[in-house]
Nanobody, 127 residues
Framework: QAQLEESGGGLVQAGGSLTLSCTAS????????FGWFRRAPGKEREFVAG????????TYGDSVRGRFTISRDNAKNTMYLQMTSLKSEDTAIYYC????????????????????WGQGTQVTVSS
C-alpha cells in the first residue's frame, strides 16, 4: 500500500531551525512531483513548497520564501524541508504530499492535485 511518512517535527524556539523528512517507497516516490503543506489551528491548509521529480523546478509559498529550502534525494526516496529563522506563525502540522499531473506550475500549489498524503508532523515554534 502506497504511503508517505513525515518525520522531524518538534518544539523549537523562534529563530531556530528544523528539518523535516518525507519518506516513501520507491514506486510511490518516483517520478512524481512532491510538495509540503501545513495547517495551523483554525486556518486552512497552506502551500509551503514543491519540487519536481528531478529537483530542477522548485517553488515556495510567499510566507516561507527565503527561510525554507525544499530538496529531495531520489536514491533514498526522501524529500526534505529545511526550515530556518522559524517564527511562531510557522507553528502548524506539516504534511507532505504527492502530486498527480504533468504541468508543474499548474498542479504544485493546489491540494486537490495531490493524490497521496502523509499523516503529518507537528512543528511548534515558541516565542
Amino acid at each position: 500500500q502506497a504511503q508517505l511518512e513525515e518525520s522531524g517535527g518538534g518544539l523549537v524556539q523562534a529563530g531556530g531551525s528544523l528539518t523535516l523528512s518525507c519518506t516513501a517507497s520507491k514506486r510511490t516516490f518516483n517520478p512524481y512531483v512532491f510538495g509540503w503543506f501545513r495547517r495551523a489551528p483554525g486556518k486552512e491548509r497552506e502551500f509551503v513548497a514543491g519540487i519536481s521529480w528531478r529537483g530542477d523546478r522548485i517553488t515556495y509559498g510567499d510566507s516561507v520564501r527565503g527561510r525554507f529550502t525544499i530538496s529531495r534525494d531520489n536514491a533514498k526516496n526522501t524529500m526534505y524541508l529545511q526550515m530556518t529563522s522559524l517564527k511562531s506563525e510557522d507553528t502548524a502540522i506539516y504534511y507532505c504530499g504527492r502530486a498527480s499531473g504533468a504541468n508543474f506550475d499548474t498542479i504544485i500549489a493546489t491540494p486537490d492535485n495531490y493524490d497521496l498524503w502523509g499523516q503529518g508532523t507537528q512543528v511548534t515554534v515558541s516565542s
